[in-house]
């Protein structure tokens, strides 16, 4: 089992900078490829990026690349994104999540076994 804890969030202006925290208990993390996924306001949970259990990997979706920067701290049982030139479009709730095939990264939801409770993420104009 195991259990995940985001932190980081805010409120912050436009071109602003954030590093969300996702914090694992556990000694299996690891073994998890990790997934970091966003939730706006009346929309559907998407993927942002991901992990694999070794870092050798790092996914991105476009409309963050270059942005946003995923990295991990397996002595540290932590995850990462920092998010630099924030946009109002990145305003949703973050999770991380957590996936046993550790070596693959997958954008579907579906496949991520253990998820955080989010934090808010909000970026004015």
């Known amino acids: 089992q195991v259990q995940l804890v985001e932190s980081g969030g805010g409120l912050v202006q436009a071109g602003g900078s954030l590093r969300l925290s996702c914090a694992a208990s556990?000694?299996?993390?690891?073994?998890?490829?990790m997934g970091w996924f966003r939730q706006a306001p009346g929309q559907e949970r998407k993927f942002v990026g991901g992990?694999?259990?070794?870092?050798?990997?790092?996914y991105y979706v476009p409309s963050v690349k270059g942005r946003f920067t995923i990295s991990r701290d397996n002595a540290k049982n932590t995850v990462y994104l920092q998010m630099n030139s924030l946009k109002p479009e990145d305003t949703a709730v973050y999770y991380c999540?957590?996936?046993?095939?550790?070596?693959?990264?997958?954008?579907?939801?579906?496949?991520?076994?253990?998820w955080g409770q989010g934090t808010q993420v909000t970026v004015s104009s």
């Open positions: 999540a957590g996936n046993r095939l550790g070596t693959i990264v997958t954008d579907s939801e579906f496949q991520y076994d253990y």
């Open positions: 556990g000694r299996t993390f690891s073994g998890y490829a």
């Open positions: 992990i694999t259990r070794s870092g050798d990997r790092i």
